[in-house]
């Protein structure tokens, strides 16, 4: 099946600084990425849509100068949490979408294991 | 945006039926589907439904649309400790977007 690999999986930054995510299609091509970010008992919450070539698509109310999404190719995209702090905190979490599927769903996205980003 | 809604915890058990309930609010939305989330690990698509159907039968699971009232469930049939997990309702439209419930905690006792 479709595998999704995010790295690292675990991450502790310095207030401060920045932390790259990347985000890799395995075994099949994706043209869409997607960041979603995750509290404690809270739902996935979409960040931005990625389309590889292009510029990412943020969701309202998130940064796109804190958030950089690079989707450089078709198993390849990255999160890089700018100048971060303790509220950057959370558990990220990204999913491709391959090409339009004649099988359904046909906009099934697959998900990565997240990454665990603690911010001191 | 979409909200969709689903009670946070469920207790059951193993051998007993469970059921866990989602709500949506928006109408156009075209397939619904349940992830689950185990502990440190990534979403895994459960199964799901299409608009355009009420009912949906895979092994032990079974999951019901009721699109008039906007409401989905997915019962695990003779629920084993496997299943402990976080369910996850989402829907989606014609943008391809998911839009995710909270989450649902379900336990499961011997």
């Known amino acids: 099946g479709a595998v999704v690999s995010q790295h690292p999986s675990r991450v502790i930054c310095k207030s401060g600084t920045s932390v790259k995510i990347e985000c890799r299609s395995l075994?099949?091509?994706?043209?869409?990425m997607f960041w979603y970010r995750q509290f404690p008992k809270q739902s996935l919450m979409l960040m931005a849509t990625?389309?590889?070539?292009?510029?990412?698509?943020?969701e309202q109310g998130v940064e796109k100068d804190k958030f950089l999404i690079n989707h450089a190719s078709l198993t390849l995209s990255t999160l890089t949490v700018t100048s971060a702090h303790p509220e950057d905190s959370s558990f990220y979490i990204c999913?491709?979408?391959?090409?339009?599927?004649?099988?359904?769903?046909?906009?099934?996205?697959?998900f990565g294991p997240g990454t665990r980003l603690t911010v001191l | 945006g979409e909200d969709v809604e689903q009670s946070l915890f469920l207790s059951v058990r193993e051998g007993d039926s469970s059921v866990i309930n989602c709500t949506y609010t928006?109408?156009?939305?075209?397939?619904l589907y349940w992830y689950k989330q185990e502990p440190g690990a990534g979403l895994q698509l459960l199964t799901y439904?299409?608009?355009?159907?009420d009912m949906k039968q895979d092994q032990r699971l079974t999951v019901l649309l009721n699109k008039k009232d906007k409401h989905l469930s997915l019962r695990i049939a003779d629920t084993q400790t496997g299943d402990s997990a976080i369910y996850f309702c989402?829907?989606?439209?014609?943008?391809?977007?998911?839009?995710f419930g909270a989450g649902t905690t379900v336990t499961v006792r011997a």
């Open positions: 999913s491709a979408q391959p090409p339009t599927s004649a099988t359904p769903p046909a906009n099934e996205q697959f």
């Open positions: 075994d099949f091509q994706a043209t869409t």
């Open positions: 990625s389309n590889e070539g292009s510029k990412a698509t943020y």
């Open positions: 928006d109408s156009s939305s075209t397939y």
């Open positions: 439904i299409f608009s355009n159907m």
């Open positions: 989402a829907v989606s439209s014609n943008d391809y977007k998911l839009s």
